[in-house]
């Protein structure tokens, strides 16, 4: 496709169900990344894949939180046990090599809302 | 850790006027970047800066970088409510480091 696409657009759930969140890559990007965005606060880091190379998930805040990739493609962030504090934008990013000065380019993001 | 502070945080123009918003470092910034986000469209890639001294322009909208590289100005000129949305600056923190660091954002009104 033309851009990063993510899916669902929107989710509402209640507290302590799990959540998967979906992201497309743009076609030939190496780099992935998942970024969260709560109400009033800036982008935060969570998770960056790189080619076939292990993830860097020094940004996930807890162990519910874990992401996977298939290749170069698909990646999906998953949420277990989710909590209210889990309420943010989740977005993602690909970019095409990953090394710094790589734009990043975003999906339009997954508005999670935990009830 | 790098922190960037924007500011304002929100501003109200009339259509027509010029703005500028400013994105602040507390560590030297060696890629520097600028983003609009739109609610349901995420964010879209403005313009990167890595240079002191450095100016881009695209459009009506210029960035710069200052030669200490701690601070980027970006300016809109003769604003339109296309221009309308949250401008974040986002910045790595040099050498391999991938991860971009984010403002909090402003937000820009402009009234037709």
């Known amino acids: 496709g033309a851009g990063v696409s993510q899916s669902p657009s929107n989710k509402v759930t209640e507290k302590g169900k799990d959540v998967e969140l979906r992201c497309d890559p743009i076609s030939g990007h190496t780099a992935l990344y998942w970024y969260r965005q709560r109400l009033g606060q800036g982008l935060e880091f969570l998770i960056y894949?790189?080619?076939?190379?292990?993830?860097?998930k020094s940004g996930l805040p807890s162990d519910r939180f874990s992401a996977e990739r298939t290749g170069e493609s698909v990646s999906t962030l998953t949420i277990q046990r989710t909590q209210q504090e889990d309420s943010a934008v989740y977005l993602c990013?690909?970019?095409?090599?990953?090394?710094?000065?790589?734009?990043?380019?975003f999906g339009p993001g997954t508005r999670l809302t935990v009830l | 850790s790098q922190e960037l502070e924007q500011s304002p945080q929100s501003l109200i123009v009339q259509e027509g006027k010029n703005l500028t918003i400013n994105c602040t470092s507390s560590k030297t910034l060696y890629g520097l970047y600028w983003y609009k986000q739109k609610y349901g469209e995420g964010l879209i890639f403005l313009m990167m800066?890595?240079?002191?001294?450095e100016e881009k322009s695209h459009e009506k909208i210029t960035a710069k970088l200052d030669e200490k590289k701690q601070q980027s100005s970006l300016h809109i000129t003769a604003s339109q409510p296309s221009h309308a949305g949250i401008y974040l600056c986002?910045?790595?923190?040099?050498?391999?480091?991938?991860?971009?660091?984010f403002g909090k954002g402003t937000l820009l009104t402009v009234n037709p």
């Open positions: 986002g910045a790595d923190n040099g050498g391999s480091n991938y991860k971009l660091t």
């Open positions: 990013a690909s970019s095409l090599v990953g090394l710094s000065r790589d734009t990043q380019y």
């Open positions: 800066l890595q240079k002191g001294g």
């Open positions: 894949f790189q080619g076939n190379s292990a993830p860097d």
